[in-house]
């Protein structure tokens, strides 16, 4: 048993945080705070799962523990690259962690820092089943930069959307193109996202389809390509044209709702968000098409880990691949994420209602047009990364 | 048997000493110099290997990144001093002026924003100063304008307000702490002796209660100096301070970068306290006699 410093001789930080949160959970018992139909403490032990706040089925891994005998303990993670490698380098994130969701496309940084295992996809059986992942993140496909790195699997894709701008018709009319977010008309209730993987391609994109520019690969751009865009946006900048650039979910969704903008550069659950709090924003469908994204669920590489946890891992992968747990996310994400939890919903009304199962489906299928109109797949460490960032604080400098 | 006591207690007094430095040391010290030097590394992969390169200081004087550093040393000092110039007064009558309860009853209204996550408290600037919040709608109901002010928010504005309203309350208490002990008779005594209360502020009170100034200062700059919140949510299109563009920096891993960075902020601001301690004895602040040296 590997002891690595943290705790008293003999016990590893594994079992040292099973016996931190089992002591939590006696807490919770004794306080009347179990969940419901959660088992105590599963037979075999947990495997942990860190994850970025969308995989978490409300709490609910009774599916996963019931047939399997593993509990799940979630870890809540941030997603931005540095914050993943950083937990799992220096903050002994290997020694904790099995299974890390995040936003895909970290293959690079994550391998050749060996932190991640090669997925044996014949152990995880919904693999074969799931036709989205042939027919969008295939090898071959631009997708497969999202799972895979030099021709392997390394991530289990959770969730797939694909991005473009919300607005709100009320103010604007209808909108189809990424030129709202620098038309003029719209000069100072205009807002960006502060991320040059995301905002910087979206116009690299929209610059590329209306011949504004000559970009080449929208996902992965000359240093003289990311100058040009970035040109571009310190000009719009200095036009007046951006009332602000926003970083994090709340502050988004309180520019649209308290009408702050009326354009806005954004993930679509944010208009989710809006419309229930009774603002009419729309998710638009631009006619240069989406940043199209995946989550990928990695296995954190951990020689120690033993076959009973490995295989455990590589059940939860698969039950993260399963209709349940996809209707589950979906409906309460608004993310596709995988074929079968259309159907799952469908057929289990005592599960999900009638009104659930058809916002799942709507969902699903909104989604999967997205994918099949196309667009450009984010690309979250293009090959000159360094000149992303420090262009992108040229811009907010300017 | 008094001299074994003796020992003991020397042996006891060191011990309580090594344990405060050891701690300084460990959590201080040591990673301000493991920063410094990786400043002077290199990047290797996504890591960093020992070198002597200075790359990095090369990079942050020549690049936009120096503006940054200019606008934080600008929008520290002018928070600083408009704080200063806030907190001074409020300090000034709840030490001297009003009536020790009522002071101490106001002091204790100065904690409740803290009971407030921070985060949200700058998050309400925004809906306050929003086109469609109350100071607008305030504003145009009043007649004052036709249409909602824009730079209320997002706005240079914007940010002094969210500054100044996080740290203002910071410096109250160092210069209501000062103003409190100081004494009286040497203010009673510069009336006796004919000056006028203009005078006597300038040159007995205020002199006095240079600790406290110094010490709110200290508490103002170095606080605002390092923000990186209160820039995003309120400072529009890109607004940063060092705190943010450092942040940027590690996001795509360029420790170098990021460490070169931070040691010139740690030496700016080691820069500041010297001279404001040659301004001023820094044992004032520490507890000891007051001794304004110019």
New interface residues.
Partial sequence: MENDGTDSPGVSRREFLERLAAGGAGLAVAGGLARPGAPAWAAKGSVTLADVGVGDPGGDWSKFSGPTGWDVKLVAMGN???GV?NVL?AGGGTQIYDVVNIVGGMQK?LV??NLIEPIDTARVPNWGKDTYIREFLAPGKPGFDFIGYKGNVYGVPTVLQGDSFAYLPEKTGPLDSYGALFDPKWK?FVA?E?NFTTTGQKTALYLQKNRLASIKDPANMTPAEIKTVIDFLIAK?KAGQ????W?SF??SV?LLT???VYVMDCWEPMVFVAKKKGVSAVYAAPKEGYLLWAMAAYIVRNPKRSKEQEKAAYELLDFMLGGWYGAKITLSRGYMTNPAAVAYAKSNPGEFGPAEAQEIAAIDANVRKKFQFGGTWQNRWPTH??T???E??????? | MGALQGRVAGVARYALLVLPLAFVAGALLVPLGLMFVWSFWERA???IRPAFTLASYAEFFA???L??LERSLVVAAGVTLLGLLLAYPIAYFLALRVRRDLARNVLLLFTIPFLVNYIIRT?SW??LL????PVNRALMAAGVTQRAV?WL??SDFAVFVGLISSYMPFMIYPLWAALDGLDRRLVEASWLLGASPRVTFLRVTLPLSMPGVFAAVIFGFVGTFGESAVP??LG?????LMGN?IT???????YPLAAAMSSVVVATMLAFLLVWYLAFDLRAVLGKIARWRF
């Fill in positions: 931005a690259p540095s490698l380098i940084p050749e820092n100072g960006l502060d900048k951006f009332r602000v650039i970083s709340e502050q309180n308290s009408r702050e990364v360094e992303y960032e420090s992108w604080a040229r811009f907010k400098a300017a | 992969g996504f890591w690049g936009v990144r503006s940054v998050f925004v809906y929003s086109r469609t919040g824009d928010l997002f995003i949510i529009g299109v890109g607004y940063q563009t940027s920096a590690l996001d795509v891993l360029n």
